[in-house]
């Protein structure tokens, strides 16, 4: 549990320190959302 912890920490790190503003996260977490939704339309 430990480790899967630390990893997604780690992970939200990454995300965002790319981001520079609050408007660059919502576009992240948005373009997530999309490539999520396409992927689950593909395959259906």
């Known amino acids: 549990m430990t480790k899967l912890f ?3 920490l780690v992970a939200g790190v990454v995300v965002f320190a790319g981001c520079n503003t609050v408007a660059g996260a919502g576009q992240d977490i948005s373009k997530g ?3 999520i939704t396409n992927s689950a ?4």
């Open 6 to 8: 630390s990893l997604l």
């Open 33 to 35: 959302g999309h490539a």
């Open 41 to 44: 339309d593909e395959n259906k």
